[in-house]
C-alpha cells in the first residue's frame, strides 16, 4: 500500500527566508502524480504544486518550488521569501496513475507558521 | 460563486442523531469524494464516485453512507453520529478519468461536532 510521510509537524520561519517542508512517500508504481496543498485558518484546501513522476524537471511556481528525488521517494516544498500569507497547514499528497481510481493518499501535515 | 460548495459549514449534534452533509459543484466533473480530516492524521477518503451509478468505499467508510443524487450532488450521511466522528469534512472533485494531472477540487469544508 502507498503512504505518505511528513516528518516535520510543526515548522516556523522568518518572514523574507527560505523553508523546506519534507516529504516522503513508499509506492511501488512508476506512473503517479505528487501535490503539495496548503490550508489557511480559512479551512479551504489550497493547490499549490504539482509533478509528474515522469517529469524530472522539478516543478516550480513563483515563490514555491519544489525537490522530486524519484529515487529517494522523496518531494519536499521549498517556499521562498515566506510571506506572513504562507502561514498554514501543507499537506503532501500522492496519487497513483496507474489504478484508474485517481484517489489521494495524504500526508498527516506540516503546520508552518511565517514570523514577522 | 464558489465552484464546489458544502452546507451547513459547521454543525454541533448529539450522538444517535441523524445527520447529512451536502456538497455540490458547478465545474461539471463527473467524480467526487469525501475526506475527513482529523488532527494529526490527515485527510483520509470515506467514498468516492465516479458518476451517478458507481460509488465506492474508501479507507475509512464505517459509520457512512452517501448518496449521488446528481452528477453535480453527493450527500454524506451519519446515521447515528458518535462523538469520534467529530471531524472536519471535505467534499471535492476532479475531472475525467484521464485528467489525473489537475488533481482535485476542495470544497471550503463542514466543522461536524458531535456531543
Known amino acids: 500500500a502507498q503512504t505518505v510521510t511528513q516528518s516535520q509537524p510543526e515548522m516556523s520561519v522568518q518572514e523574507a527566508e527560505t523553508v523546506t517542508l519534507s516529504c516522503t512517500y513508499d509506492?511501488?508504481?512508476?506512473?503517479?502524480?505528487l501535490f503539495w496543498y496548503k490550508q489557511p485558518p480559512s479551512r479551504q484546501m489550497i493547490l499549490v504544486i504539482r509533478?509528474?513522476?515522469?517529469?524530472?524537471q522539478n516543478a516550480t511556481e513563483n515563490r514555491f518550488s519544489v525537490n522530486f528525488q524519484k529515487a529517494a521517494k522523496s518531494f519536499s516544498l521549498k517556499i521562498s521569501d515566506s510571506q506572513l500569507g504562507d502561514t498554514a497547514m501543507y499537506f503532501c499528497?500522492?496519487?497513483?496513475?496507474?489504478?484508474?481510481?485517481?484517489?489521494?493518499?495524504f500526508g498527516t501535515g506540516t503546520r508552518l507558521k511565517v514570523l514577522a | 460563486d464558489a465552484d464546489v460548495t458544502q452546507t451547513p459549514r459547521n454543525r454541533i449534534t448529539k450522538t444517535g442523531k441523524r445527520i447529512m452533509l451536502e456538497c455540490s459543484q458547478t465545474?461539471?466533473?463527473?467524480?467526487m469524494y469525501w475526506y475527513r480530516q482529523d488532527p494529526g492524521l490527515g485527510l483520509r477518503l470515506i467514498y468516492y464516485?465516479?458518476?451517478?451509478?458507481?460509488?465506492n468505499k474508501g479507507e475509512i467508510s464505517d459509520g457512512y453512507s452517501v448518496s449521488r443524487q446528481a452528477q453535480a450532488k453527493f450527500s454524506l450521511s451519519l446515521e447515528s453520529a458518535i462523538p469520534n466522528q467529530t471531524a472536519l469534512y471535505f467534499c471535492?472533485?476532479?475531472?475525467?478519468?484521464?485528467?489525473?494531472?489537475?488533481?482535485?477540487?476542495f470544497g471550503p469544508g463542514t466543522r461536524l461536532t458531535v456531543l
Open positions: 465545474k461539471g466533473h463527473d467524480r
Open positions: 509506492t511501488s508504481e512508476n506512473n503517479y502524480y
Open positions: 509533478q509528474e513522476a515522469y517529469k524530472q
Open positions: 499528497a500522492f496519487m497513483p496513475g496507474t489504478s484508474g481510481t485517481y484517489k489521494y493518499i
Open positions: 464516485s465516479f458518476d451517478v451509478k458507481d460509488i
Open positions: 471535492a472533485t476532479s475531472e475525467k478519468r484521464d485528467s489525473p494531472w489537475l488533481g482535485q477540487f
